[in-house]
Protein backbone atom coordinates (compact mmCIF):
# COMPACT_ATOMS: atom_id res chain seq x y z
CA UNK A 1 0.00 0.00 0.00
CA UNK A 2 0.94 3.31 -0.76
CA UNK A 3 1.29 6.30 2.18
CA UNK A 4 1.26 9.99 1.05
CA UNK A 5 2.58 13.26 2.87
CA UNK A 6 2.31 16.18 2.12
CA UNK A 7 4.20 19.44 2.59
CA UNK A 8 4.85 22.98 1.66
CA UNK A 9 1.65 24.62 3.13
CA UNK A 10 2.15 27.67 5.33
CA UNK A 11 0.58 30.79 5.76
CA UNK A 12 0.95 33.14 2.50
CA UNK A 13 -0.49 36.71 0.89
CA UNK A 14 -3.06 37.40 -0.89
CA UNK A 15 -1.96 37.09 -4.13
CA UNK A 16 0.98 34.96 -2.99
CA UNK A 17 2.18 31.12 -4.33
CA UNK A 18 2.88 28.10 -2.89
CA UNK A 19 4.23 24.98 -3.88
CA UNK A 20 2.80 21.66 -2.12
CA UNK A 21 4.35 18.21 -2.43
CA UNK A 22 3.18 14.71 -2.11
CA UNK A 23 5.64 12.44 -1.22
CA UNK A 24 5.05 8.81 -1.85
CA UNK A 25 6.73 5.83 -0.19
CA UNK A 26 5.72 1.62 0.10
CA UNK A 27 5.27 1.67 -3.71
CA UNK A 28 5.23 3.41 -6.70
CA UNK A 29 3.22 5.85 -7.80
CA UNK A 30 3.16 5.34 -10.99
CA UNK A 31 0.09 3.66 -12.14
CA UNK A 32 -1.79 5.59 -10.16
CA UNK A 33 -4.26 8.41 -10.57
CA UNK A 34 -3.37 11.54 -8.39
CA UNK A 35 -5.40 14.48 -6.75
CA UNK A 36 -5.35 17.20 -4.88
CA UNK A 37 -8.36 18.34 -2.64
CA UNK A 38 -9.10 20.91 -0.05
CA UNK A 39 -11.48 21.15 3.02
CA UNK A 40 -12.11 24.44 4.30
CA UNK A 41 -13.30 25.01 8.37
CA UNK A 42 -16.62 23.06 8.33
CA UNK A 43 -17.07 22.61 4.49
CA UNK A 44 -16.83 19.51 2.82
CA UNK A 45 -14.04 18.24 1.19
CA UNK A 46 -13.42 19.66 -2.53
CA UNK A 47 -11.97 18.66 -5.92
CA UNK A 48 -8.91 20.47 -7.01
CA UNK A 49 -6.83 19.05 -9.27
CA UNK A 50 -6.58 15.94 -10.90
CA UNK A 51 -3.79 14.38 -12.97
CA UNK A 52 -3.63 10.81 -15.05
CA UNK A 53 -0.85 8.33 -14.03
CA UNK A 54 1.62 8.87 -16.68
CA UNK A 55 0.67 13.01 -16.43
CA UNK A 56 0.18 13.33 -20.01
CA UNK A 57 -4.23 14.44 -18.42
CA UNK A 58 -4.39 17.17 -16.36
CA UNK A 59 -7.96 18.63 -14.59
CA UNK A 60 -8.73 21.30 -12.07
CA UNK A 61 -11.78 22.51 -10.83
CA UNK A 62 -13.50 26.03 -12.22
CA UNK A 63 -12.18 28.01 -9.12
CA UNK A 64 -8.36 27.34 -9.85
CA UNK A 65 -7.87 27.36 -13.28
CA UNK A 66 -5.32 29.79 -14.81
CA UNK A 67 -3.56 30.20 -11.03
CA UNK A 68 -2.90 26.25 -10.37
CA UNK A 69 -0.85 23.61 -11.77
CA UNK A 70 -0.49 19.96 -10.92
CA UNK A 71 2.53 17.84 -12.38
CA UNK A 72 4.27 14.59 -11.24
CA UNK A 73 8.12 12.83 -10.85
CA UNK A 74 7.20 9.51 -11.37
CA UNK A 75 11.26 8.96 -10.73
CA UNK A 76 11.14 11.21 -7.60
CA UNK A 77 7.59 9.60 -6.32
CA UNK A 78 5.84 12.59 -6.05
CA UNK A 79 3.04 15.10 -7.25
CA UNK A 80 3.19 18.78 -6.69
CA UNK A 81 0.53 21.64 -6.81
CA UNK A 82 1.89 24.88 -8.11
CA UNK A 83 -0.58 27.58 -6.67
CA UNK A 84 -0.27 31.12 -7.63
CA UNK A 85 -2.06 33.86 -7.50
CA UNK A 86 -3.45 32.62 -4.24
CA UNK A 87 -6.82 34.19 -2.28
CA UNK A 88 -7.92 34.16 1.12
CA UNK A 89 -10.73 31.99 -0.45
CA UNK A 90 -7.89 29.11 -0.98
CA UNK A 91 -7.62 29.09 2.77
CA UNK A 92 -8.22 25.24 3.36
CA UNK A 93 -6.19 21.97 3.99
CA UNK A 94 -4.94 20.64 1.20
CA UNK A 95 -5.00 16.79 1.09
CA UNK A 96 -3.41 14.38 -1.75
CA UNK A 97 -4.88 11.39 -2.33
CA UNK A 98 -4.73 8.47 -5.22
CA UNK A 99 -6.82 6.15 -6.79
CA UNK A 100 -6.93 3.74 -9.96
CA UNK A 101 -8.14 4.64 -13.07
CA UNK A 102 -9.22 7.96 -14.87
CA UNK A 103 -13.06 7.95 -14.20
CA UNK A 104 -14.49 9.24 -11.25
CA UNK A 105 -10.66 11.43 -10.98
CA UNK A 106 -12.86 14.10 -9.28
CA UNK A 107 -15.04 12.21 -6.69
CA UNK A 108 -13.46 12.07 -3.20
CA UNK A 109 -14.93 8.48 -2.44
CA UNK A 110 -13.50 7.16 -5.23
CA UNK A 111 -9.58 7.81 -3.71
CA UNK A 112 -8.32 5.00 -2.06
CA UNK A 113 -5.04 6.27 -0.09
CA UNK A 114 -5.05 10.06 1.33
CA UNK A 115 -2.34 11.91 2.80
CA UNK A 116 -2.28 13.80 6.28
CA UNK A 117 -3.21 17.20 4.90
CA UNK A 118 -0.97 20.27 4.73
CA UNK A 119 -2.80 23.81 5.99
CA UNK A 120 -2.69 26.89 3.74
CA UNK A 121 -3.45 29.85 4.69
CA UNK A 122 -3.94 32.75 2.63
CA UNK A 123 -4.57 36.27 4.35
CA UNK A 124 -5.84 39.37 2.81
Known amino acids: QVQLVESGGGPVQDGGSLRLSCAASGRTIGNYVMGWFRQAPGKERLFVAA????????YYTDAVKGRFTISRDNAKNTVYLQMNSLKPEDTAVYYC?????????????????WGQGTQVTVSS
Open 97 to 113: AAKFGWRTFDQSDQYNV
Open 51 to 58: ISSGGGGT
